[in-house]
């Protein structure tokens, strides 16, 4: 404050006190007043009074904010969970200031800040890289310039799927009936294993999830029985390599067919299937007429529906090459069982040989 002119007395008044402060310097008068107010808001006025006690009208209400203190604040990630299983999180922030929460900066380790951002109570941040316990720091700076001491929070980042496994009955191959016990073994190294859930199928949508344990006791419908038993088959297993036999069609044929080498060659086994053409000679010449249908009609029933299927899921592989240059000559039901024999002899060598489809 500078006032101009001959000697004068100076009121300062606050809400408290009145002061008195004069000091004259040439032709100048300067008021220095160092008041002792601490933190906070604070209104005064001042007026003047001349030597003959005439007294000037006070001032309007001059307002001070004093502030020497830094914000104060907090930090949570994720709001407060202890996993994240992903680098990106959303911390949520918390700060105070007599003169207002200007901004805020970040760190992942206490050193290396961010820019600073305008103060917001929610902020969007990326964790370091790497599964184990994350710290996020924060800074705030207030309107007087003044920064704050570093706040954190932690989580542990997870983000890798737990790893287990599963038993049917103790690993026996075949079941006799539907009630089974699973045994389970699951691990995880940074969050462990909190719930597991089961299915027939592998379409995971209405199953439940539960807490682990090392034993369940669960009802297996008839295809996980079927599936089950020819996984553990071999010869079902070389079958299902052929396009159009699954777990069923394999499993009967290995029934109907048995041990294969007690057929010489693939000749005696289409015959045996009664898919081999009859044939008698005349004058020295061979004639083929229908098949003769003797042997097993299950196993020939059953190859007419793995031809079947063959046609719709490989449809440009030789099998169904094969029935459609015959189909032409002689129609679908003649073109079937040719097929059907064609197909016999493949499954021949590959349990023969062990071997599985080649197309």
């Excluded at 008195?20 to 003047?48: D, Q």
């Excluded at 002689?330 to 016999?344: E, I, P, Q, R």
Aim: hydrophobic share 35%; aromatic share 10%.
């Amino acid at each position: 404050m500078l006032l101009h002119g001959q000697s004068t007395t100076i009121l300062i008044s606050s809400r408290t006190s009145t002061y008195l402060y004069l000091c004259l310097i040439g032709h100048e008068l300067k008021l220095r007043w160092i008041p002792t107010w601490g933190n906070g808001v604070h209104n005064f006025k001042v007026r003047a009074i001349d030597r003959a006690g005439n007294i000037g009208a006070w001032s309007n209400t001059i307002t001070v904010k004093i502030d020497t203190s830094p914000p104060t604040g907090s930090i949570t990630i994720s709001g407060g969970a202890v996993y994240a299983n992903s680098t990106s999180v959303t911390l949520t922030l918390s700060a105070s200031d007599l003169s207002g929460v200007a901004q805020m900066r970040f760190s992942n380790d206490g050193s290396s800040w961010s820019s600073w951002y305008s103060y917001s109570t929610s902020a969007s941040w990326t964790l370091v890289g790497g599964d184990g316990t994350k710290t996020v720091y924060v800074q705030f700076k207030d309107n007087a310039g003044l920064v704050s001491s570093s706040y954190s929070d932690t989580i542990i980042l997870d983000t890798t799927a737990p790893t287990g496994s599963e038993t049917i009955n103790a690993g026996a191959t075949y079941a006799t009936s539907t009630t089974a016990t699973l045994t389970l073994t699951y691990s995880d190294a940074t969050s462990g294993v909190s719930q597991v859930r089961y299915s027939n199928d592998g379409v995971w949508d209405t199953e439940p999830w539960e807490s682990p344990s090392g034993t369940k006791a669960w009802t297996l419908t008839l295809g996980d029985v079927v599936s089950n038993e020819a996984l553990n088959n071999e010869d079902a297993k070389f079958l299902m390599t052929m396009p159009g036999i699954g777990f069923y069609l394999a499993l009967l044929i290995v029934s109907e067919i048995g041990d294969v080498n007690r057929f010489p060659d693939s000749h005696h086994l289409v015959a045996y299937a009664g898919l081999a053409p009859s044939t008698h000679s005349s004058g020295g010449r061979t004639y083929h007429g229908r098949i003769m249908k003797t042997g097993s009609p299950y196993l020939r029933w059953i190859l007419n529906q793995c031809v079947r299927a063959n046609l719709r899921s490989d449809p440009d592989g030789r099998l169904a090459t094969f029935y459609v240059r015959l189909a032409k000559k002689k129609g679908d039901a003649k073109a079937v069982v040719a097929t059907s024999a064609k197909m016999l002899r493949i499954i021949y060598w590959m349990l023969r040989e062990k071997q599985p489809y080649h197309g």
